[in-house]
């Protein structure tokens, strides 16, 4: 009988050993409650069991073992664990963390403050056609009847009839927006017995069903078999390059409904919960109730419930969610679709586990024996170069759905339109020429404004005295709404004050821009125009979100400014002008992937306009027209982007042919940061050479009240990188044990974006 345990608890710590008191069995995976510190009670999960006790005096035991024995995580999800653990030089504490939902790993003094629910499947209503309605006489009858008198109950019933009987079946909010019809619709239908409701556990019934999948082009259904040729042959990931609109997502739909009739599971993983929401819905109409969302904009109770649900599930579960979705404990896990997995939302920078969602796809699929696809328009050059050598498998669409055109780029030169007087406020004039046509023509409208440097701030026009945060070293950030001065990086916030405090002669005026400098400018200029924001500022909820892009869609607004936001992933009939405001701010950041960046990020913003019947138009506004950047995302020459920025990276030793670890040293006192610094880049630089870069002072070097100092490290990308893991965490461990440094706080961020 094996008397221990080795536990890992939400802390940052490696697993620690319990004893198993008498009569207690528990096995890897399994979750069990146990005391540990000042007797706090902790969950923890169950690593391995054995025989050997360990060294320390006291060793505390298991107190009881939660849900009921279940196997919270496959011995592919501990994999995983371990190799993030290890990958990203993180604790497997720091794992669990992200891994578990909040609910599932309470904490807490008492036994009463530790409450350990043990959630158990709710009841959801489903919506079907009722039987009388399924003779297609009586079906027909009665749709003449409410056509006219009830248009929003025929859209639902026909709806409801369209999906077949088999699916017809959804939660209320799922209901909902499969039938775009809302409570008081269903009510109405139910009362008249036209629909029935039926209460029953969530997702009993998931065998066999019948999707109603769309027919593919001819280009997508020859990329749609290279891809499954590919597979076949063994290739383990592959790209999946169309540009956008080209119908990739129609793809991932083939393949996932192959796997799940085989009842296996998928995962089809997006960058951000703004994009979720329209991307679970396309699902919705094709796979009904088999689509399982997660994202950190569900409730605790519902992450939970999801958790748990999936952890007993036999297979045939098809999740799409945000990056931690990796997490879930799906047991017969054969495809990972990641969308837009270029996109640096995935990876999570803080706190750790510092770990890019795209990159633990790939080796979760291979862990699981599945296959990952990752889909883009604009491929990361990782990606893009893995599938360039063979290592990746690869498909491209070149062309739109429906043979739409690519939108027409142009190029609009500030400075020049500066010297003819041909700029206004922060647009150009051929930029509001297309706007003012746009809006004659009842079209709609996108405008995008990098916010990243740019946000606005408030200065003093008397002495030039700005606000900046009192702990750390950046200028406040001017909010409009609400006329209030906030840091970006501890939250700290302030009223805008009446007078200069520095010179206290005049006003203090807002400068810079953001977004919401240009919806007022643009409001001003066309009064005629419904203007609305997605930005982080207007985007309070998801409640929010959702109501801006519905607004957008029904055409209740003509323009939208926006952020990244608007970037990714909306499909807006209406669009056909996309204005970048300033592409200069994208191109010149310090940063080695700017270029690459900036092409992804004016790529798919123009990607926004013009989805179907008309080709869209594109301006950018840059003062550098003749950029070989500007020039490429013009022609929508992703290969010539991508050699241009590989060759560079192969001179300067920089990703894909390097991988880099960011290390950020954090302490209260300079001089001390200065002289651990020093030391730490001279014990490096003892076993790794040239490739320790810095100290250098990162973009913000003040945080909290704390002074940060970086160090990057650059080592091949091989087989050695492993070892240089080994070295880099030995050298980390003695500097830390150093007394003088052991405040000092060492962040490691392994293949930082
Ligand atoms: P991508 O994911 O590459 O941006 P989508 O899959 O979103 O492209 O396709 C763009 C638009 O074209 C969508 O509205 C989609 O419904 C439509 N579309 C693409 N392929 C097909 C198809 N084979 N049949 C019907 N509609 C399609
Ligand atoms: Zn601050
Ligand atoms: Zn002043």
Redesign the pocket.
Known sequence: MPRYADIVLPLAQPAYTFALPEGVTVAGGEAVAVQFGRRRIYTGIVWRVHDRRPDFRTVKSVSRVLYGGMRLLSPEQMALWEWIASYYMCSLGEVMRVALPALMKPSGDTEEEFSDDEFRPRTECYVSLAAELRDEGRFHEICEKIERRAPKQYEALLELAAAGDETRIATGEVARRLLRADHAVLDALRRKKYVVCTRRERSVERGGAVFRL????AH?QTALESLRGQFAAGKTTALLQ?V???????IYIHLIAEVLARGGDVLLLVPEIALTAQLIERMERIFGSRVTPYHSKLTPRRRTETFLRLGRSEGGEFVVGARSAIFLPLKRLQLVVVDEEHDASYKQSDPAPRYNARDCAVVTARLFGGRTLLGSATPSLETWLNARSGKYGRAV?GER??GARPPEVLISDTLRAARRGERHAHFNKLLLDRIGETLARGGQAMLFQNRRGFSPYVECTECGWTARCPHCNVTLTYHKGGEKLVCHYCGHTEGVPAKCPSCRVTDVVPVGFGTEKIEEEVARIFPGARVARLDRDSVTSERAFNAIVADFAARRTDILVGTQMITKGF?FEGVSLVGILNADNLLNNPDFRAAERAFQLMTQVAGRAG?RSEPGEVVIQTSEPGHPVIRQVASGDYEAMALAQLAEREAFFYPPYARLTALTLRHRDPMLLRRGVLELAARLRARFGRRVLGPMAPPVDRIRGEYLVGLLLKVESSASSARAREILAEELKSFSRQAEYKSVTVVVNVDPQ
């Open positions: 769309p027919e593919l082009t997508q169309g956008t609109g080209s119908g990739k997502t129609e669409l759905y429906g499909d989805r």
